[in-house]
């Protein structure tokens, strides 16, 4: 099935500090959304990407729509101890029938040391 | 808005008997639910499909007959493990996508199955 690379699997850091993470596909996406999950809960949707090179803000969170629409990136500023959890890119491949079925990546798990 | 609430959070059962989760939309209406499984530090993997007043699609190597899925309503979706075994212990979270509404997908908080 359809496969989408994201990375970093991991980062560690410090308060304050600036954080930016990417999903890469090898097939065009027309939706690209971006999830957190807080342990032992379900993902919350944070930024939703409809066009190619959207680039969308959500408080200390910006996203943006790669222009080949096979990739897109997430950057959290000035990180706060709130923002661990894990981060998942997600979306529906372009055509085929995936009937509303999302692709996602595998995660990439935030800790912010205070 | 776009709420969806699980029931149980969490169960505890013996080895054999059936357990049903529920998934609702509190806030809007949704043609589409989806049940998936995630392991601990996993990214989360799809189970099936879950249209309202049709069958459910299920992703290979899920087995229909264990995991009963029933979507009577646009508000709500059910999925029945049943027979459950130590190895169908996992964290099971649903998601609704709003009818008329785009490709997003909004998700429960999760129901953590341990059985015994």
């Known amino acids: 099935g359809q496969q989408l690379n994201q990375s970093p699997q991991s980062m560690f850091i410090q308060e304050g500090e600036d954080v930016s993470m990417n999903c890469t596909s090898s097939?065009?996406?027309?939706?690209w959304l971006w999830y957190k999950q807080d342990p032992g809960e379900g993902p919350v949707l944070l930024i939703a990407l409809y066009k190619a090179g959207e680039l969308t803000s959500n408080g200390r969170l910006t996203a943006q729509f790669g222009i080949t629409r096979k990739d897109s990136f997430l950057n959290i500023s000035a990180s706060i101890p709130s923002d661990v959890g894990i981060y998942f890119c997600?979306?529906?491949?372009?055509?085929?029938?995936?009937?509303?079925?999302?692709?996602f990546g595998q995660g990439t798990i935030l800790t912010v040391h205070p | 808005g776009a709420v969806v609430s699980q029931h149980p959070s969490r169960v505890i059962c013996k080895s054999g008997t059936s357990v049903k989760i529920e998934c609702r939309s509190l806030d809007f209406q949704a043609t589409t639910m989806f049940w998936y499984r995630q392991f601990p530090k996993q990214s989360l993997m799809l189970m099936a499909t879950?249209?309202?007043?049709?069958?459910?699609?299920?992703e290979q190597g899920v087995e229909k007959d264990k995991f009963l899925i029933n979507h009577a309503s646009l508000t709500l979706s059910t999925l029945t493990v049943t027979s459950a075994h130590p190895e169908d212990s996992s964290f099971y979270i649903c998601?609704?996508?709003?009818?008329?509404?785009?490709?997003?997908?909004?998700f429960g908080p999760g129901t953590r199955l341990t059985v015994l």
């Open positions: 997600a979306g529906p491949p372009a055509g085929g029938t995936s009937y509303g079925k999302l692709t």
């Open positions: 879950s249209n309202e007043g049709s069958k459910a699609t299920y």
């Open positions: 998601s609704a996508r709003r009818a008329g509404g785009g490709n997003e997908q909004f």
């Open positions: 097939s065009i996406f027309n939706t």
